[in-house]
């Protein structure tokens, strides 16, 4: 099992930045790969960014490129989510997911294995 702690969220202007972070716990020499997720008010969960953890291969989603990327410190299983020029429209609950094995890209929801509980990003205008 691994277990999953999201912090760095909060409380942020437009055009500003944060950086969320989540750390993986109990058994981290399975990690496949880590991912971040968000899910707004009403709408359905959609995937952020990604970091492999066999490669140095990182990636954001389409829409997020240029402004969110994600990186890793793989001796101390922590995943990052860097956020710059936000937007109102990121206020989320940002999410980290973990992939334990290769069955589905983690860039979709069934790839996921493990979930934290989520960390609050609110922008105002």
């Known amino acids: 099992q691994v277990l999953l702690a999201e912090s760095g969220g909060g409380l942020v202007q437009a055009g500003g930045s944060l950086r969320l972070s989540c750390t993986a716990s109990?058994?981290?020499?399975?990690?496949?790969?880590m991912a971040w997720y968000r899910q707004a008010p009403g709408r359905n969960r959609e995937f952020v960014a990604l970091?492999?953890?066999?490669?140095?291969?990182?990636y954001s989603a389409d829409s997020m490129k240029g402004r969110f990327a994600a990186s890793r410190n793989a001796p101390s299983n922590t995943l990052f989510l860097q956020m710059n020029d936000l937007k109102v429209e990121d206020t989320a609950v940002y999410y980290c997911?973990?992939?334990?094995?290769?069955?589905?890209?983690?860039?979709?929801?069934?790839?996921?294995?493990?979930w934290g509980r989520g960390t609050q990003v609110t922008v105002s205008a």
């Open positions: 997911g973990a992939a334990t094995t290769p069955s589905a890209p983690v860039y979709v929801e069934k790839g996921v294995n493990y």
């Open positions: 109990g058994q981290t020499s399975s990690l496949y790969a």
């Open positions: 970091a492999s953890w066999r490669d140095p291969t990182t």
